[in-house]
């Protein structure tokens, strides 16, 4: 067996290039879990409205926003699901490090596609019961607070921690 890498950038962590990659692989698979099930559960959502009776009386512009969401609810679940095709592809060739990173680009990219479809299935609910004004202000105000929530802070954290670990070198 090979000696476990010390890594200076990663403080109190022995690990082999490997064990690192099982481990974020580990993690990144408990995100997509969580991701996986909300995405689903609203794309079976999104696919039952159009069966109820008010959906007719819905105009151009509604119609439009909703099938727009459709798509984009639909998208998000085949990113976030993605990941285990490339881990079937992957499987057992020792490209573990590869793995991980196509599978964090799909989660990204299906949480940009998810943020998108809920702050405008928001904005298309308040459209409906509100005004389209009203709609599109809350959806741009979710947009917003997903975006301090799942990138700002996140890069915040994350640029804070690195400049810690320069200091400490």
Excluded at 94 to 104: D, G, H, S, W, Y
Excluded at 132 to 154: C, D, F, H, K, T
Aim: hydrophobic share 55%; aromatic share 6%.
């Amino acid at each position: 067996m090979s000696e476990p890498e010390v890594r200076p950038d990663v403080p109190d962590r022995h690990e082999t290039p490997a064990e690192r990659a099982d481990r974020n692989w580990s993690e990144l698979l408990a995100e997509l879990r969580v991701l996986q099930t909300g995405a689903q559960i609203l794309v079976g959502f999104l696919l039952t409205i159009p069966f109820q009776a008010r959906f007719t009386e819905l105009d151009d512009y509604q119609r439009g926003s909703y099938l727009v969401l459709m798509v984009l609810a639909a998208l998000s679940t085949v990113l976030i699901v993605a990941p285990v095709s490339v881990h079937r592809a992957l499987f057992a060739r020792r490209r573990k490090p590869e793995l991980v990173r196509t599978a964090a680009m799909f989660a990204r990219a299906g949480l940009v596609c998810l943020a998108l479809v809920l702050a405008g299935a928001l904005m298309l609910l308040v459209d409906l019961v509100v005004s389209r004004a009203a709609g599109r202000w809350v959806g741009a105000g979710l947009l917003l607070v997903i975006s301090v929530a799942w990138w700002l802070v996140p890069a915040v954290l994350a640029r804070r921690a690195d400049a810690e670990r320069r200091e400490d070198r």
